[in-house]
């Protein structure tokens, strides 16, 4: 699990902006970091693997979050406020056994929750590294969070088939067929290309953000190529099965 998060972390930049706000005691702060992310991983894997879900286990979940949060430097007064994006996508989860899909709302909504432990990584750095605002603000992040959420579910489409995952790409294919989840996803992914452009021309003359824009730029190329690559390859079947 180490190897996926330090992966995850890195394709996310941490580290790099973990270097920009030249965090002291950044070493023992980052194993702080990867312990939060083995606590939402837990609470994942059990959403995943029960379609039962026991209210005394997801409490247990949360306990462990909450202390992960805690050794992170979240006052106890905050952990609400800290995890509400956190229960927010949560909730999307258990309403797959409600039959209430993702695809009947806002695809950038829900995108934009899924990035939910990615951006409280961030905002936990933000909150050791006073001056980093100064470089790019937390919100500069969000075409790139959002483009590499719907990555993730691209990449995980054919593992997903076996769990009970919210997994936009595979739910927009079985509900919708293949050819019109790929119209959507592929709009959507237009429309990160193009605020992405527009955020740049508002802030091009910080070199900042130019450099979020450019990993920006190039995962949307890899995504595009990838989803119509695992689309292909999806069969019906297996989708409805």
């Keep these: ?98 039959n209430k899909l993702p695809t009947a709302g806002s695809i950038e909504y829900y995108y934009y929750y899924k990035s939910c432990d990615v951006r409280l990584m961030r905002q936990l750095i933000y909150d050791q590294a006073n001056d980093l605002e100064s470089s790019y603000t937390l919100s500069d992040w969000r075409y790139f969070d959002l483009i590499t959420e719907v990555n993730d579910d691209v990449q995980d489409v054919f593992e997903d088939l076996k769990t009970i995952n919210g997994n936009y790409v595979l739910i927009s294919a079985w509900e919708f067929g293949k050819k019109e989840s790929l119209k959507i996803l592929h709009d959507f992914i237009n429309q990160i290309e193009l605020k992405n452009k527009e955020r740049l021309s508002k802030r091009k003359s910080d070199s900042n953000y130019k450099r979020i824009y450019k990993m920006t730029k190039a995962q949307i190329k890899v995504t595009r190529k990838l989803l119509d690559k695992n689309m292909k390859k999806l069969k019906k079947k297996k989708i409805q099965k």
């Design 1 to 98: 699990m180490r190897n996926k998060i330090k992966t995850l972390f890195e394709y996310r930049s941490i580290p790099k902006l973990m270097k920009d706000g030249k965090l002291k005691g950044k070493k023992a702060f980052l194993e702080h970091l990867y312990d939060l992310q083995v606590s939402i991983y837990h609470l994942d894997e059990y959403l995943e693997s029960n379609w039962n879900i026991s209210k005394s286990i997801l409490n247990a979940h949360w306990k462990e979050i909450h202390a992960a949060m805690r050794s992170c430097g979240v006052p106890k007064t905050d952990l609400i406020a800290y995890s509400k994006h956190i229960l927010k996508y949560q909730t999307h989860e258990l309403n797959l056994r409600k």
